[in-house]
């Protein structure tokens, strides 16, 4: 396995998994064709496209947003501690 790819480990946070979740849901409505299942295997290959999306990347390139969901993520994360 590449150091890039994701291990899932037997307990992993729940916030962690909803965060997989929304990214194999979105990799699944851009390629419908493809079968998505909750695997190491699919999770990886959804992250890579995440990761090389074009509408994820014009995204990413806005600051702010970025800022301000990095901000609800990390309070998010404090309240369910």
Known sequence: MKSSEIKIQQKIPQQVFEYWLEILIM???SNRDEDVYLSERCLNKAVKWFQSSPEIQELMSNK??????????????VQSE
Do not use: H, T
């Open 27 to 29: 990799y699944k409505q």
């Open 64 to 77: 702010e947003l970025v800022n301000k969901l990095k901000k609800q993520v990390d309070s998010e994360m």
